[in-house]
């Protein structure tokens, strides 16, 4: 239940105005009063807001397990034959000098 009380110091914050999503170096001491303060009273109210809320009742209770697929499977076949690689430019450069002098 805790991912819905930082939902609800957003939520709070969103309310009355405050920037809720920023850089941490960006959340000033009053800031972080004010997270504090909602977190605990939405912690200790934590009970009663669930009892009250028919939503919140209908989720599930537990976390879903399983995870994503976490690397793509690429065809290889595919992707060589759909994209060619682009021609490279052959620069020949003429030397002034002889393979004798460069010795």
Known sequence: MLS?????VYLIRFVFELPAQKA???FDVEDLK????MFSRLMDKEV??????ALLQALPRSVCT?????KRVRDIQ????????PVKRVYTIDSDTTD???K
Request: charged content about 30%.
């Open 4 to 8: 819905l009380t930082l939902t609800g």
């Open 24 to 26: 941490w170096n960006k």
């Open 34 to 37: 004010f997270n504090k303060r």
């Open 48 to 53: 009663e807001i669930y009892t009250e809320c």
């Open 66 to 70: 399983t995870k994503p697929n976490s």
């Open 78 to 85: 595919t992707s060589l034959s759909d994209t060619e690689s």
């Open 100 to 102: 004798d002098e460069e």
